[in-house]
């Protein structure tokens, strides 16, 4: 065995992040094609003309349709999905990037604004599951 | 003989961008941002650069689906703004400089580092935010762009040693390049943030201010910055900062700070703003 500079485990450590690998890339690869598919206004109007219809081009689970009717951020990412392809779907939606990410945190996007107004979050607590620190 | 005459590192928040484009870059909360970027606007007039290297990440605009590469380098005559879901940003197109890609593609290769050449791509506001933060309000961009692109997304990304290496293996090919050409190379990306989780909106201050302090003397603690602890300490995107090390690493070993601005927020992230020079460079 190589050795590495850190069990490739404590990737998994931290608190309320989901690292996104190659395997998860793969896993949401037709739902990162479906938000990449809103980088075209004629698709944008498409999909909001009728969303499930639009969806049903795209070879996504029947779990990411419904997250992405729902627009439940953190159940894509647990179904694979990374930030940089969601927030085609929530610029689509005329979303600030701010609102999107809010979303998963519990707060509503005004408390999220004025905690990141105040200083954003503190990592003390958040660095470790394990840790506690 | 071409010449690295400075390097820039900047954040690329997106909502920089649309703040600027919207003309909101005067309101209360936006101010205090553009603000930190006034001297540098000004010293790039005087400075006037051929060509900026531009380390950047796509942002799922033009890779990360069907190809993750993990340097590519943008050998374009241009490349266009992307549309990243709310219409392309009204700014110039950004005109690439074939000849040093092409250098750059040769002698990085030959130095052991496997590029992947991009001959088309869009560039996002990783590449676009940057350029007007630097630029502002312009026809055109006033100097030529190479986009050198890296995943720091999809794990594992490279380490920051490997990007410090890449650094390295760009001045030396720079210096090779016959063309007198006046070249900067700017770092992007940072400081901290996390888009994702209820972890969101982390912000670290301290971990920042030490990177920033780490790039004039301590540059051999910065190396050693692992994956982890970027993600630890700086948040899941955090760790763009590894991109700031190959702008550092073209720089050789001593630096002049000539300009440094830290803010916190813009939206979700910490605002890191640095000018160094190559201390060889830097008249009294």
Known sequence: ?133 | MARITAGVATSHVPAIGAAFDQGRAGDDYWKPVFDGYEWVKQWEKQEKPDVVILCYNDHASAMMLDVVPTFALGMAEEFIPADEGWGQRPVPVVQGHIELASHLAEQLVIDEFDLTLMNNMDVDHGCTVPLSLMFGQVDEWPCRVIPLAVNVTQFPTPSGNRCWMLGEAIAHAVESFPEDLNVQIWGTGGMSHQLQGPRAGLINPEFDNAFLDGLIDDTDRLRAITRLEYLRESGSEGIELIMWLIMRAALGKDVEQLHRFYHVPASNTAVGHIVLRPRELVTA
């Open chain 1, 1 to 133: 065995m190589r050795t590495r500079l850190y069990p490739l485990e404590d990737l998994n450590d931290i608190p309320g992040t989901t690292v996104f690998t190659a395997k998860r890339s793969r896993e949401a690869y037709h739902l990162h094609k479906f938000c990449m598919s809103l980088m075209d206004a004629a698709n944008r109007e498409a999909f909001k003309a009728d969303e499930r219809a639009y969806l049903a081009r795209f070879r996504m689970s029947e779990e990411q349709n419904q997250a992405v009717l729902e627009r439940d951020f953190n159940r894509l990412i647990d179904l694979g999905g990374n930030i940089y392809f969601l927030v085609k779907l929530s610029n689509t939606d005329g979303w600030s990037t701010q609102k999107a990410v809010s979303s998963m945190t519990g707060m509503t996007a005004d408390e999220y604004a004025a905690m990141m107004r105040a200083g954003g979050r503190s990592p003390e607590g958040q660095r470790s599951k394990r840790e506690g620190n």
